[in-house]
């Protein structure tokens, strides 16, 4: 399936919703860049806390940015999380680096830094005449605002721990569905109260519950809104 144009997909939701899984299914269909804009805050993390950088301090956190080369990359392993050269897509996973992804990404500096660079990597797609579908929790109202299509996905929370979980397993990474779930609402409430770019539903977004949903449904769902939109 391929764009009449180059287009613009921005996707947004809270954790376990299925953002990324949705939004790596549509960039094959459409041949389209996919960009996980919550794994370049991970690996911000986990450079921070290789550096022993005060998670409280929002100015040092941006030096740590600044300083460091945080890459997402499409490989034959699949999509790739690489920090400084190095592939750290398992480690940026482990729950230590999770809890510190929320921490540096409360700050509004470091967020703006960010927005900047994920919008650059969206504009030098386009100019290659690529699609491009970027996932986060800011995409819809900071990074692309001008999208040709705003998803926003959501699920029982219930539903989006036990998701987690799993994604725990698979990355070999021992958890308990009651630790997964606390550690959800403190994210949802992060993530939504933070003053700094929250996580919002946009007036012309397209929201979708997930929930009671396969992988295929919702991107059949989105796939259909998209030839509404005559941009497929």
Do not use: W
């Not at 996973?93 to 650059?120: E, L, Y």
């Not at 021992?174 to 539903?201: G, H, N, W």
């Amino acid at each position: 399936m391929f764009t009449h144009k180059p287009i613009k997909i921005a996707i947004d939701g809270p954790v376990g919703s299925g953002k990324g899984t949705l939004a790596l299914e549509l960039a094959k269909k459409l041949n389209a860049l996919y960009v996980n804009t919550g794994s370049m805050y991970r690996e911000l993390a986990l450079a921070c806390l290789r550096d022993n950088v005060d998670m409280k301090d929002g100015n040092k956190i941006l030096e740590t940015l600044e300083k460091n080369s945080i890459e997402i990359k499409s490989t034959e392993k699949g999509i790739r999380a690489i920090l400084n050269g190095e592939d750290v897509s398992e480690e940026i996973f482990k729950p230590v680096v999770s809890k510190a992804s929320a921490n540096v990404a409360v700050f509004p500096q470091v967020r703006k830094a960010m927005v900047i660079r994920q919008r650059k990597i969206a504009e030098d797609a386009i100019k290659s005449i690529k699609s491009v579908v970027m996932e986060g929790r800011d995409i819809t109202t900071d990074v692309l605002p001008d999208a040709d299509i705003k998803i926003y996905l959501t699920a029982d929370i219930k539903v989006r721990a036990q998701r987690r979980l799993e994604q725990f397993e698979d990355k070999g990474i021992k958890a308990q569905f009651d630790d997964v779930l606390k550690d959800l609402q403190e994210r949802d409430r992060q993530d939504m109260q933070r003053t700094a770019s929250p996580l919002r539903i946009v007036g012309d977004a397209v929201v979708i519950d997930t929930t009671n949903d396969t992988i295929d449904q919702t991107v059949d769902k989105v796939i259909e809104k998209l030839k509404e939109k005559n941009l497929v």
